[in-house]
């Protein structure tokens, strides 16, 4: 039977162990991380400029949905979710590069069995982070850009996620929970 020490860790299995360990680690360094910043690398929706001068009328997020449409419809170089080269539809997972199953791949494993390394994304909805100007750029508005930036890599990638999950937990019954497991993952690639 688990129980929670004096000091907030929960000890009922090992999963709950370490991410009570890890809620504590975050909060710890979350907090050290905003005094010594003292604010500076905070940023506000409301005063990016990535929507081609109009500014962002919430600070919220979740409400961006229309804007980032617009501003995709308006530039489709906009869209996130490419590859360097520009091209959207290439395969996003790969069997071959980096998630495949050998003995080679994983310390520990044997000559008589292989390890399964679980496959990795070849690129991210993170387009937009990876050709940020850097040339005469606003360093007091980069903040807020970069902001607006990972927030539309996440809608896109999240929605791509969503589309390419649904059919896999049609034919793999049992899998309902998995994912945010799948989500969390893929913004720790992100991020």
């Known amino acids: ?21 890890g809620k504590k ?10 005094q010594r910043s003292n604010g500076d690398l905070k940023g506000f929706l409301t005063s990016t400029t990535i929507f081609g001068g109009e500014r ?3 600070l919220d ?24 080269k520009g091209i959207t539809n290439e395969e996003r997972f790969s069997n071959t590069l980096g998630g495949q199953c050998t003995k080679e791949k994983i310390s520990g494993s044997t000559n008589t069995c292989g390890a399964c390394a679980p496959y990795r ?3 991210l909805c993170d387009h937009n982070l990876e050709t940020i100007e850097t040339n005469n ?10 902001l607006a930036e990972v ?13 390419h999950y649904t059919p896999y937990q049609l ?13 969390a993952r893929s913004f720790a690639d992100i991020g």
Do not use: F, W
């Open 25 to 34: 680690v975050h909060d710890q360094v979350k907090k050290e991380v905003e």
């Open 171 to 183: 034919t793999n019954e049992g899998t309902a929970s998995q994912l945010c497991t799948v989500l």
């Open 151 to 163: 927030c539309m890599a996440a809608k896109y990638e999240g929605d791509l996620i969503k589309t």
């Open 121 to 123: 994304r070849l690129h």
């Open 137 to 146: 750029y606003d360093s007091n508005n980069a903040r807020h850009n970069l």
């Open 1 to 21: 039977a688990g129980s929670v020490d004096k000091d907030g860790i929960e000890d009922t299995t090992a999963k709950h162990l370490l991410d009570s360990i």
């Open 61 to 84: 997020p979740c409400n961006l949905k229309s804007e980032y449409t617009k501003l995709i419809e308006a530039n489709s170089n906009r869209y996130p979710c490419k590859n360097l």
């Open 56 to 58: 962002a009328i919430t």
